[in-house]
């Protein structure tokens, strides 16, 4: 009995307005046995996070409607809970005082949009261990 089939998959929670971003992103990460959680928006995120037994890592855009990323990330950073959740930024902004407000608030990653599996893929494997 080595305990393999009943262990628990590391969660990773994709907040970002756009399908086709959050189903990019599930799927790139769909190989590396995570279980993968969608919000809409940073609201929606936190309701998921504050629900959801476990999250691992976030992923997260920045230009959302009714909550932003950064409004987000200074929630997650506030919560006790989830103070320590590594958050990879997703954001089509390129500005450096958009990566420095991003830093500001406590994500430890700023990936740019277009990006590629690849590069979500590494960061991800950076702050999970992956089997």
Known sequence: MDGEHDEVKQVVLIADDSSTVRKFVAFSLSAQNLEVITAVDGMDALEKISTAPKVDLVIVDLN????????????????????????????????????RRGKEVGA????????????????????????
């Open 108 to 131: 430890d990653v700023y990936i740019e949009k277009p990006f590629d599996a690849d590069k979500i893929k590494y960061q991800v494997s950076k702050y999970l261990t992956l089997k």
């Open 64 to 99: 959302m409607p009714n909550m932003d990323g950064y409004e987000f990330i200074e929630n997650l950073r506030g919560s006790n809970l989830h103070k320590d959740v590594p958050i990879i930024i997703l954001s089509s902004e390129r500005s450096e005082e958009s990566k």
